[in-house]
């Protein structure tokens, strides 16, 4: 099932349940000057020690807490895993701390510092960085930083209970239509979809040597995940497909890695 409207403004979509304690409260921004749409999406990991990651648009406000407490009664909620503080990540941030007056929002240092510098109140705000554990009682994430993105604080993880990776904005990709999986899309399209994106997001990876890209991209391969999340693209049930098509696209000069955008 795929969604082809193409309406002026971000709009919510159905919720994604990809693994049992798992939820994908998806939307999208149309985006027409590039030819498709964008996701964007938040996750609910339930479980003893509730999470939830990102918060969306704040022109969703409605539509994003709505889907949240179908989920899950916020009160239950104990961290808020924030990505980076961009503002497709962080747009409904005050309105979930108010119903949930028992989480605290993880996030790294320049993101503390960003919603500090914004006026946003931090006494509920937990410094994170690469390498530390997060226990939620019946799941253990492993913080780490994702191979790219376009915010330096930006933080992803990997929870070994579900096999599942978080790479925030990797692998987000300008789609014609937003599928339910990764593996929907038509092979061009995602092709072109994660060209456009990475010279959006990311227009640094042109200055990255194919060596180090490859590091990067190993690093999450050898985590070996059966689910892998991204902010900006369908859930993907193969890493290796994805590091695959982004090192063909670079050895073939496609590759966000080689091309600026123009």
């Given at each position: 099932m795929t969604d082809t409207t193409q309406p002026a403004g971000p709009r919510a979509l159905a919720t994604l349940h990809p693994r049992d304690g798992i939820a994908v409260l998806r939307s999208a921004m149309p985006l027409p000057d590039l030819g498709g749409q964008l996701a964007n999406n938040a996750f609910v990991f339930d479980g003893r020690e509730p999470m939830l990651v990102d918060t969306g648009f704040a022109l969703l406000s409605e539509d994003m807490l709505a889907a949240l407490?179908?989920?899950?009664?916020?009160?239950?909620?104990?961290?808020?895993?924030?990505?980076?503080?961009?503002?497709?990540?962080?747009?409904?941030?005050?309105?979930?701390?108010?119903?949930?007056?028992?989480?605290?929002?993880?996030?790294?240092?320049?993101?503390?510092?960003?919603?500090?510098?914004?006026?946003?109140?931090?006494?509920?705000?937990?410094?994170?960085?690469?390498?530390?554990?997060?226990?939620?009682?019946?799941?253990?994430?492993?913080?780490?930083?994702?191979?790219?993105?376009?915010?330096?604080?930006?933080?992803?993880?990997?929870?070994?209970?579900?096999?599942?990776?978080?790479?925030?904005?990797?692998?987000?990709?300008?789609?014609?239509?937003?599928?339910?999986?990764?593996?929907?899309?038509?092979?061009?399209?995602?092709?072109?979809?994660?060209?456009?994106?990475?010279?959006?997001?990311?227009?640094?990876?042109?200055?990255?040597?194919?060596?180090?890209?490859?590091?990067?991209?190993?690093?999450?391969?050898?985590?070996?995940p059966r689910l892998v999340l991204g902010a900006h693209l369908p859930p993907a049930l193969d890493v290796d497909a994805l590091i695959e098509r982004i090192l063909r696209l670079h050895a073939r000069g496609r590759a966000p890695a080689l091309r600026n955008a123009a």
């Open positions: 407490a179908a989920e899950i009664d916020p009160r239950r909620l104990r961290r808020i895993f924030l990505s980076h503080a961009d503002a497709d990540h962080v747009g409904n941030l005050a309105a979930v701390l108010e119903l949930a007056p028992e989480a605290r929002v993880l996030t790294g240092f320049l993101g503390y510092a960003k919603l500090m510098l914004t006026g946003f109140p931090v006494d509920r705000v937990q410094v994170i960085a690469p390498g530390d554990t997060l226990d939620l009682g019946d799941r253990r994430l492993s913080v780490l930083r994702p191979p790219y993105y376009d915010a330096p604080e930006t933080l992803g993880f990997h929870d070994a209970a579900s096999d599942t990776l978080f790479v925030v904005d990797a692998f987000g990709a300008v789609l014609p239509a937003i599928t339910r999986t990764a593996e929907q899309i038509d092979d061009d399209a995602l092709d072109r979809g994660l060209e456009t994106w990475s010279q959006l997001d990311a227009p640094w990876l042109a200055s990255l040597d194919r060596a180090a890209l490859e590091a990067s991209l190993a690093a999450l391969s050898a985590l070996a």
